[in-house]
């Protein structure tokens, strides 16, 4: 599943191409990709095409497009991208459809060329192999803190003020902030933290709690904080869980860097070009292979229906419990 940075890649990447640019023309090519949609592909449609999209915005791993309300006091709402297993949005004019195109929006940018002429259309293409991922029109409602909802880049600056800035799409509304997010509270993940008896990997994985991290990144930030993934939450100190919470960041921050994780064609750019972070991972996927700290062989082991990665020396396996 694509984690934060991935979707932070394609976030950064439609920003340009759509803030402020008017919806054209919408073409579903397969219903299966409305399966969060309340209503037909002809009522996506609709309610979609002649819309202004106001920015392109994310929290955690989940993706949205605010769309500029068409009549004063209309409800908020936003056009709301989940990615799935395999979906990309690719942006292009002219191009070819690719093998897998589920939905197609031309978008008319922003802003004139030097001749006076207006900006060419540009075409969004939802590709999605397995058909996991979907796209919405999701009403909007206010965030719970009053902070902005989400990431949205240099339209931060541009529109302080907007509506569309806080508040957030009902599909998103459970979903915890991400540890990148400015408005994300380290004092009350501490504080969740530390009243469950959980191992602390499935804190991180928990939505609820703190967005963005996946698998990958996890195994990643517990071995740079030398937490094993099974130790449980309510142990570890605060002192432990803000090296945690670092690390996450550093990791996160590293991976948007390098283009987010790409094991195969599946995780790309909005140009459709993959991510690099695979190789700078220090244990996620490097079973069998020495530690690039101390040289313990490293190891896999199930956990949740997927795997766990770690050093057996710099992440040693938590003391059984005393009665």
Same mark, same amino acid.
């Given at each position: 599943?694509?984690?934060?940075?991935?979707?932070?890649?394609?976030?950064a990447?439609?920003?340009?191409a759509?803030?402020?640019?008017?919806?054209?023309?919408v073409?579903?090519v397969d219903?299966r990709?409305l399966?969060?949609?309340?209503?037909?592909?002809?009522?996506?449609a609709?309610? @979609?095409?002649?819309r202004t999209? #106001? %920015?392109?915005? *994310? =929290?955690?791993?989940?993706?949205?497009? $605010?769309?500029?309300p068409e009549?004063?006091?209309?409800?908020?709402e936003?056009?709301?991208a989940?990615?799935?297993?395999?979906?990309?949005?690719l @942006?292009?004019?002219?191009?070819? #459809? %690719?093998?897998h *195109? =589920?939905?197609?929006?031309d978008?008319? $940018?922003?802003g004139?060329?030097r001749d006076?002429?207006t900006?060419?259309?540009?075409e969004?293409?939802?590709?999605d192999?397995r058909?996991?991922?979907?796209m919405a029109?999701?009403?909007?409602v206010?965030?719970?803190d009053?902070?902005p909802?989400?990431?949205?880049?240099?339209?931060?600056?541009?529109?302080?003020?907007?509506?569309?800035?806080?508040s957030?799409?009902?599909q998103v509304?459970?979903?915890a902030r991400?540890?990148?997010?400015?408005?994300?509270d380290?004092?009350?993940?501490?504080?969740?933290?530390?009243?469950?008896?959980?191992?602390?990997k499935?804190?991180l994985?928990?939505?609820?709690?703190?967005?963005g991290?996946?698998?990958?990144?996890a195994?990643e930030s517990?071995?740079?904080?030398?937490l094993?993934?099974?130790r449980p939450?309510?142990?570890?100190?605060?002192a432990d869980l803000a090296?945690l919470?670092?690390?996450?960041r550093s990791v996160?921050?590293?991976a948007?860097?390098?283009?987010?994780?790409?094991?195969d064609?599946?995780?790309?750019n909005?140009n459709?070009?993959?991510?690099?972070f695979?190789?700078?991972?220090n244990?996620y996927?490097?079973?069998?292979?020495?530690?690039?700290r101390?040289?313990?062989?490293?190891?896999?082991?199930?956990?949740m229906?997927r795997?766990?990665h770690?050093?057996p020396?710099?992440?040693?396996?938590?003391?059984?419990?005393?009665?």
């Amino acid at each position: 599943m694509p984690e934060l940075p991935e979707v932070e890649v394609v976030r950064a990447g439609l920003e340009p191409a759509v803030s402020g640019a008017r919806v054209l023309l919408v073409d579903v090519v397969d219903e299966r990709a409305l399966t969060r949609h309340d209503g037909p592909a002809e009522d996506f449609a609709e309610r @979609l095409t002649g819309r202004t999209i #106001a %920015a392109a915005v *994310r =929290r955690g791993k989940f993706l949205w497009m $605010p769309l500029q309300p068409e009549h004063e006091g209309d409800r908020p709402e936003a056009l709301v991208a989940h990615l799935g297993m395999s979906g990309q949005i690719l @942006l292009g004019r002219g191009r070819p #459809a %690719a093998k897998h *195109r =589920r939905i197609l929006i031309d978008v008319q $940018p922003v802003g004139t060329d030097r001749d006076g002429t207006t900006e060419p259309a540009v075409e969004l293409e939802f590709v999605d192999q397995r058909t996991f991922g979907s796209m919405a029109i999701d009403a909007m409602v206010p965030t719970v803190d009053g902070a902005p909802a989400g990431f949205a880049g240099h339209v931060d600056v541009a529109d302080p003020d907007a509506v569309w800035r806080r508040s957030v799409p009902q599909q998103v509304s459970h979903i915890a902030r991400d540890p990148l997010d400015p408005a994300f509270d380290d004092d009350r993940f501490t504080a969740i933290a530390r009243k469950r008896s959980s191992g602390i990997k499935r804190i991180l994985l928990d939505q609820g709690v703190v967005s963005g991290i996946g698998n990958i990144y996890a195994d990643e930030s517990l071995w740079a904080a030398k937490l094993h993934y099974d130790r449980p939450a309510e142990r570890l100190t605060r002192a432990d869980l803000a090296r945690l919470l670092h690390e996450v960041r550093s990791v996160l921050r590293r991976a948007l860097e390098d283009g987010g994780t790409s094991f195969d064609a599946q995780y790309v750019n909005v140009n459709g070009q993959s991510g690099y972070f695979s190789q700078r991972l220090n244990v996620y996927g490097q079973q069998g292979k020495p530690c690039p700290r101390c040289g313990t062989t490293i190891v896999r082991e199930a956990f949740m229906n997927r795997s766990s990665h770690i050093c057996p020396v710099c992440q040693p396996r938590p003391r059984a419990r005393t009665r």
